[in-house]
């Protein structure tokens, strides 16, 4: 036993050398380094090691380049007090020149369970990085192909046109329009490729050939997008506007720009025609201004009467598509100015001058399908519809104020049955920001109404009966929220 | 048309984990399936296929593979995930189906669906390959569904493929599937695994309904769930100290905990781990405590790995064999 021992120590006495060695020369280089921040992993806690004469700078960075902000270590170092630490679950020791800071991870309780393991590992994507249903939100959009012209669109139907790959046995159209149906479009052999005839109404779509099986975006269709992470599809867009300008056929380049492109001045350059310029656009209902730059020139459109005032003092072009809504305001006929101002043009309180009438103010307005909240500026003071008994006051509303919510071309009607002795009925859902007092029912026989516009997609709501929350008992759709009570779900389709 | 020859009839969970206790050390297989209170024995269902292989394409969700399948009369996407133990159906679409057994929160560890509520569905089908009386856990996947903006039917989880041989391509977005008949279980290869050379081959075990891989780390044998359900890669927070000396932490994030409540995790790039001869690289793993990914007897998993490993490379499993072929 000692012959072993002996000979284990001499085999570990070389390293115990080198050990300390190491520990020698680590120690004169920690001195002669600058002061030590590190975030790492030990002992199964986030473990944090900080020079106690950190600089301000340098910790700010630190804590910016971790995401550390939330832990209170600028107050600490300020204050050299850990009360701050010690609340969140932090322990701190001083260790010569370092200050180590740490708190054991916790364990999530949701693995052992499938959806909380996606849930625990999902990588959080933006609302843009999610794959987008057709016209949610689209304002705009035009085609751009190479090799061949943009699909034909006759009396609604497009005809899709794979060029080439004629020696497929199968070729297979899949796109938002068919829910990426793998087999529910075959398309027809040409002499020059596949077709095949889609009836669709203006919009924008996303799709993709399937050849013998095997995925292809369009090669031939300059736009493409990523559905967030690494899926690629092909862009069309049916279109509904066509935009020309008359003359200027000596130009070098033309562009459209309007408020549906944020007046990108030189993103929508518009084609040579015979008689001057031309561009085919697709544009959501509602309301769109609008002028051409023409080599860096803007001006109005000169074939559209219709115009509004701009900031330069000069005028825009408007484009209307939709149904107008008139706006009117009873009283204050003894005011000067009154304007017009909500979400639908981005709450500027320049644009929308509204007439003087004998009893108040007007203005038509087209607006597209959907929610949109108002108020009016009248002689620099907001007041909202008192005519309009939808008043929203949950909102991020920054000025402290109240605003009327209209409902555009409602497309769903909830409906609650019974509850005849109640006195108050309220409709709340992600549609209304869960709003507690906006969206009252009305009665109809014995069911409790209201109608709004729903984009398309999943929605969740309740009723609020007399001030008391419930899922919809008619709705056999329902899931549990955070809170651990019940949303009932709606999908809203295409 | 079915093919009555190509009808198998599965075995039962019962022999499949005392199957799969051979890949595990010292797994007392058989008797963790007659614990009391943890999962009851459930059979298998009745798998067949109109063709032998055959190309089912996918689309995705983020990160997550949707497949097209029909349960019963409920058309709708299906995400692929290897994170669960078998069908797992969304209980917003199947809340009226017939409860068959429910889950106590322990089970939730050894292969059933914690807190799940349990049914059958007569017939689950995915382009030309159909289950018959399938039993199916049924939990809430709003959440996913609504982080996701698509409608999420359920769960394909692992003991819906043990018969088969899979390929998936993220790059063609494919899913190649071979049925494997007992006659050719010994010897089966599909034509894409003809070519030797082009990919790597690893053993992986398949206990209590995950797919478990063996890689070394550090001088440390470490397991890790192949979980085509997550979108990154995890690690362990609770590993010995030499094994984060090969992990740089790149940013603290918060990530659900229990409830409505959030817990500290962090992002980190993980390097120098080697699955069998296969030096992994540098890979994103989200750190984490993952005490409660224990299962069978004190067995523990050490990580998972995610979309961010899996997709890398066209990727395959024999079930039957226990094998996975990662391409180069």
Redesign the interface.
Known sequence: MEIKGGGRLWKILPGCMLLLLVFFFTGLAGRAQAPVHT????????YISLGVNIKKGTLDSFMK????ASIGLQQFFRTRRADSLQRLGWRHKRTGDLYIIS?????????????????????H?T?Q?????VNNGVLYGYNRFRHKYPFAIKDGVVTFFLKGNTRASHVQL?GSFND???GSLAMSLTDSGWIANVRLSPGKYWYKF?AD???MVDDDNWLSEN?????TNSVFYVTNTLFQLTGFTHAGKAFLSGSFNEWRPDELSMVRTGAGWGLSLYLAEGTHTYRFVVDGEWMADPANPNRLPNEYGEFNSVIRLGKPYVFELAGYTGARKVVLSGSFNNWRNDELFMRKTKSGWTLPYTLGPGNYEYRYLVDGKWVIDPKNPLVISDGNDKDGMKSSYLIIDPNYTFRLKGHSDAKRVILSGDFDNWSSNTLAMKREGNVWVFPVHLSI??H?YKFIVDGEWITDPDN?????N???TD?S?I?VDK | MLLPGRFVSCLSLFLLIAAAGGHSKGMPSSAQDNQPGMFPVRSDPVVAMDTPTCVIPFTRAGNLILIQAKADTSVGNFVLDTGAPGLVLNMTYFRNYPTRYTEGEEGGITGAVAGQIGTMVDQLSMGPVHYYHCEADRINLGHIESIKGVKILGLLGVSLFKRFEMVIDYEKNIITLHLIENKEAASYKGEQLRDTSAYHEFPIDVVDQKIIVHTEMAGKKLLFLVDFGAESNVLDSRLPNKIFENVTITSRVQVAGSGTTKIAAMYGNLKNMKMGNLDLGVMPVLITNLERMCYSYNHCLDGMLGFDFLSMHKIGFNFVKHKMYIWK
């Open positions: 975030y790492s992993v030990r002992d199964g806690q986030e380049q971790y995401n550390l708190r054991p991870l916790l364990s999530s309780g949701n693995i052992g369970n499938p959806a909380g393991q996606i849930i625990l590992t999902e990588k994507p609302i990085e999610r794959f987008p249903a899949a990426w149906s793998t399937i099986g095997e995925w559905d967030g992470l690494g899926n997609g999943k969740l056999g759709l329902w899931e549990q955070e809170k651990g949303n779900v999908w």
